[in-house]
């Protein structure tokens, strides 16, 4: 059996780009226990009676245990309790107003520390209520006209701004800047095959919907009974990937964005490395150089094939061939409509008659199967709530049984918003990574337990004989769930945990959040649900899980990392791009996500103020300001 070795330059090379990876100092955290002289505060830098509590806790715990060496309970639990080696320290945030980054004076580039002409101080302002989006953006350019603010993008002025800007453009301080993003995995909010169970409120999809996605009732899915077999291999499987697959998402973009985006549905960074072995030598070397055959979608049928598009189609429908498809038509209703529109409303339409001839009690009294699109965020663009009437549109015109009812919030503390948000009413999860080395191994990962993947790709290869047809329509996919278990045999591979490996897909559903804890957990099988509980105190507190022969737990972020980092390596691109393509049908597209769209043009304007001298390129992290020069 092949071994895998872990690639250390993929990991070298991403290791200073955040403060991920960056030492515990033993010594600071050493004086902070022994004079208990730490403070506890939440992320906005207040004082609550629930963290006052967490602290005194934590000063009471015995010194000599690992966790408090750690500082687990406190180091960089917040900015005031973390020491930064970096350019720049979060001095963190202020009456939850504005978050505020701090010169490191000590930094080990003297250059930098010591020079006059460097950005001291980078503070973000948050807006504290709720604004239309032509007030937000007309508040933002006020106070860049004021010298207030000092950079603001191009693309968010409204076009009456733009004239204005425009008649002026060196006064204004129009840049022209490269957007690179090699490291920030673009995923928000995406659908699960394992929906949370015991959610505050109930469910936003009806029963049929519940029993077609989820092959489970509503009563069944709350009592945590989910299985993930429907969404996985059966009718859930066809129904999302029918749905996703008749939308032309570049026009999704055109509508969002003005024109200005495209879509992006893998769920990469377009500029990072694919990171195969032959990285070095092949002619394609990032996602973004494959980006029209992993942006592609298939679809699955009633039989579990996937769909002939006909023609020069085949079984998959890429950007262009959707572009070249619509490019005639004039008005945005038709040019929603992918190149395979109209295979995938007679797919569709079989899909709900075979489900009916076969679970002739589903179907309720109206009809419909009702689901929901969910957008994450408060404050939602007129153009982004177009878009998505219009993706709703589309999706109901392939079957007049499908209801896509649409839910924004404006107040985030809305205990539905909560529920969608944390819990999963709608069958999401709340999901965000960044890189922790180049490579799409990371990107994937960091899908690995919050999604969670790496339960699936198990239950895959648990029951690849089960379901053969699965490996016919994803044979990369199959591949890779079936190698992660030979993985997890080779020796040094081994996983400690309450739950043995081949059955991480049986947890309860609702715990995937807090996964470490349960795995360092005792746990039950619950004979009901086949499912493993965590098994709680009288104070309702997990029991410490003790492995037998004075094993440790296993690392489950350490282990996935490696895993995906030596599986990437092991691959060439153009092996790695077909298992991309195969991922990006089958993780799927939440309609709602702000995450699907990036900028066509790798170049982009911005204002910057005229007093700086700034970088090429921009990217998300704050240490794109160590570049940044005061021109004075």
Do not use: C
């Not at 699955?300 to 061939?321: A, I, R, T």
């Amino acid at each position: 059996m092949k071994v895998l070795k872990f690639k250390w330059i993929n990991f070298f090379d991403q290791l200073m780009h955040d403060y991920t990876f960056y030492p515990a100092p033993s010594q600071y955290i050493d004086d902070m226990n022994a004079t208990n002289g730490y403070k506890l505060t939440n992320y906005q830098g207040d004082v609550t009676d629930k963290v006052s509590a967490l602290e005194t806790k934590s000063k009471a715990m015995d010194k000599s245990k690992l966790t408090a060496k750690l500082g687990v309970y406190w180091y960089g639990v917040t900015a005031n309790s973390t020491l930064y080696s970096g350019p720049y320290y979060a001095q963190g945030f202020v009456s939850g107003q504005s978050e505020i980054f701090k010169k490191n004076t000590h930094f080990a580039e003297k250059a930098f520390a010591e020079s006059k002409n460097t950005v001291n101080e980078i503070i973000t302002n948050y807006q504290q209520k709720t604004l239309s989006p032509e007030e937000f953006n007309t508040n933002i350019f006020n106070l860049y006209r004021q010298g207030t603010t000092s950079t603001t993008p191009y693309s968010s002025l409204t076009e009456a701004q733009k004239q204005i800007v425009n008649q002026d453009p060196q006064g204004f301080g129009i840049r022209l800047f490269k957007r690179e993003n090699t490291n920030s995995a673009p995923y928000d909010i995406i659908q699960t095959p394992f929906v949370f169970n015991n959610v505050t409120a109930d469910y936003s999809f009806n029963d049929a919907y519940a029993q077609l996605m989820y092959g489970k009732t509503i009563e069944e899915l709350k009592a945590g009974k989910g299985t993930g077999d429907a969404y996985i291999y059966g009718t859930g499987l066809s129904f999302r990937t029918l749905l996703q697959a008749a939308i032309n998402w570049n026009t999704v973009a055109d509508v969002r964005t003005n024109g200005v985006s495209e879509a992006w549905l893998a769920k990469l960074a377009d500029g990072g490395n694919i990171g195969g072995k032959d990285q070095e030598s092949s002619a394609e070397k990032t996602p973004f150089d494959v980006k029209d055959k992993i942006n592609a979608l298939k679809a699955v049928n009633k039989d579990k094939q996937l769909v002939d598009f006909g023609g020069n189609l085949g079984k998959d429908l890429n950007p262009s061939e959707n572009d070249a498809a619509v490019r005639d038509r004039s008005n945005v209703n038709d040019k929603i409509k992918s190149a395979g529109y109209e295979k995938i409303k007679e797919a569709v339409k079989a899909l709900l008659d075979e489900f009916e001839r076969t679970h002739q009690n589903v179907r309720p009294a109206d009809g419909k199967y009702r689901f929901t699109s969910f957008y994450p965020f408060i404050n939602q663009s007129k153009e982004f709530g177009e878009s998505l009437k219009f993706v709703k549109e589309a999706i109901e015109g392939l079957d007049s049984r499908i209801q896509l009812d649409l839910v924004f919030f404006t107040d985030n503390k809305d205990p539905n918003y909560v529920a969608y948000i944390n819990q999963g009413a709608n069958g999401t999860r709340n999901v965000g990574w960044s890189y922790d080395y180049n490579s799409i191994g990371s990107g994937y990962d960091g899908l690995s337990w919050n999604w969670p993947l790496f339960p699936t790709l198990i239950k895959i290869g648990v029951e690849k004989d089960s379901h053969p047809e699965f490996a016919t329509a994803f044979p990369r996919i199959a591949k890779l769930a079936e190698d992660l278990l030979a993985y997890q045999e080779q020796p040094g591979h081994e996983f400690v945990s309450s739950v043995p490996f081949k059955e991480l897909y049986k947890v309860e559903p609702r715990r995937y959040t807090v996964l470490p804890t349960l795995l360092a957990s005792n746990v039950t099988k619950n004979s009901v649900t086949d499912k493993y509980e965590l098994v709680l105190t009288e104070k309702n507190r997990p029991i410490p899980y003790k492995p037998q022969g004075n094993k440790q737990v296993t690392d489950i972020y350490q282990y996935s990392a490696v895993f995906w980092n030596q599986y990437v390596a092991d691959k060439t691109n153009d092996y790695l791009t077909e298992l991309m393509e195969e991922l990006t049908t089958f993780l799927g597209i939440e309609y709602s996500s702000a995450t699907i769209t990036k900028a066509k043009d790798s170049f982009v304007n911005v204002l910057v103020q005229k007093g700086y001298v700034a970088p090429y390129t921009v990217n998300n992290s704050v240490d794109m300001y160590v570049d940044w020069r005061i021109n004075k």
